[in-house]
């Protein structure tokens, strides 16, 4: 996987187990990828995750756009296999909603619900040792908002014309700690680290994003805005 990292804003913690955010989605029609060619090549995607790392091993759980929904996946460092929801869902009307991720026993659980707690959208994970263990232990834990982009057949990176999206916001998240104490993600317990940062190969000359941050009741919100095509999908 290639792309840019539009917002990446990760913890001075180690020792997070759990998280929950809430994601203002684009409104319809201002979101758009590039499917996927055969065996996943030559894709791109808006998505927007929670990571949890320890020494660049890790994984991500998230949501991501493609198919003509937006739908819960998780990706992982090295070889374990990846996996999203084949069902999905569609934006709902005021483009609210939540991100849960956690540890139940072997499994990792990641919930999408709506503004009203009701659940949209999910994947379940078996684990390996490796990753169940980083959840048991606490992890290094950061927010992404991004456009991913797959290598084609030949191991090249285009510039995905139809991947973009606009006006999205990351907000209101809690972290939860080894000891069982929840944190709001702040400006003191995170920082904007690598956004920007163009992962190798990945093509800039038709890139543009436009990003900012706020504070609103203890918790840091991060809006942006991104395009692979800056010509006709203008951000």
Same mark, same amino acid.
């Given at each position: 996987?290639?792309?840019?990292h539009?917002v990446?804003?990760?913890t001075? $913690?180690k020792?997070v187990?759990?998280?929950?955010?809430?994601l203002?989605l684009?409104?319809?029609?201002?979101y758009g990828c590039?499917?996927n060619?055969?065996?996943? %090549?030559n894709? &791109?995607?808006?998505?927007?995750f929670?990571g949890f790392y320890?020494?660049?091993n890790?994984?991500d759980?998230g949501v991501?756009?493609?198919?003509?929904?937006?739908? &819960?996946?998780?990706?992982?460092?090295g070889?374990?296999?990846w +996996?999203?929801s084949? *069902?999905?869902?569609?934006?709902? +009307?005021?483009?609210? @909603?939540? @991100?849960?991720?956690? $540890?139940?026993?072997?499994? $990792?659980?990641l919930q999408i619900?709506?503004?009203?707690?009701?659940? @949209?959208?999910?994947?379940?994970?078996?684990?390996?040792?490796?990753?169940?263990t $980083?959840m048991?232990?606490g992890?290094?834990?950061n927010?992404?908002m991004?456009?991913?982009v797959? %290598?084609?057949?030949?191991?090249?990176?285009?510039?995905p014309?139809?991947?973009y999206?606009k006006d999205a916001t990351? %907000?209101?998240?809690? @972290? *939860?700690?080894l000891?069982? *104490?929840?944190?709001?993600?702040?400006?003191s317990n995170?920082?904007?680290?690598?956004?920007?940062?163009?992962?190798?190969?990945?093509?800039?000359n *038709?890139? &543009?994003?436009r990003?900012?941050?706020?504070?609103v009741?203890?918790?840091?919100?991060d809006?942006?805005s &991104?395009?692979?095509?800056?010509?006709v999908y203008?951000?």
């Amino acid at each position: 996987m290639a792309g840019i990292h539009t917002v990446y804003r990760k913890t001075n $913690l180690k020792n997070v187990v759990a998280a929950f955010s809430r994601l203002v989605l684009p409104a319809s029609g201002d979101y758009g990828c590039q499917e996927n060619d055969s065996n996943y %090549k030559n894709g &791109a995607f808006p998505e927007f995750f929670h990571g949890f790392y320890d020494n660049g091993n890790g994984f991500d759980a998230g949501v991501l756009y493609s198919g003509g929904k937006w739908r &819960a996946f998780v990706s992982f460092t090295g070889s374990t296999p990846w +996996a999203d929801s084949p *069902t999905g869902f569609t934006v709902p +009307a005021n483009r609210e @909603i939540a @991100i849960r991720t956690y $540890l139940s026993g072997d499994y $990792l659980i990641l919930q999408i619900q709506n503004s009203t707690g009701e659940e @949209i959208d999910k994947v379940h994970y078996y684990l390996p040792a490796q990753f169940k263990t $980083l959840m048991q232990n606490g992890a290094e834990f950061n927010r992404e908002m991004t456009i991913g982009v797959n %290598k084609n057949a030949q191991g090249i990176v285009t510039a995905p014309k139809d991947a973009y999206y606009k006006d999205a916001t990351f %907000k209101n998240t809690s @972290i *939860t700690v080894l000891d069982g *104490t929840t944190q709001k993600l702040s400006t003191s317990n995170s920082n904007v680290t690598n956004s920007g940062k163009v992962d190798p190969g990945t093509p800039t000359n *038709t890139y &543009a994003d436009r990003k900012s941050s706020t504070t609103v009741d203890g918790f840091v919100h991060d809006n942006s805005s &991104a395009t692979f095509n800056k010509t006709v999908y203008p951000v």
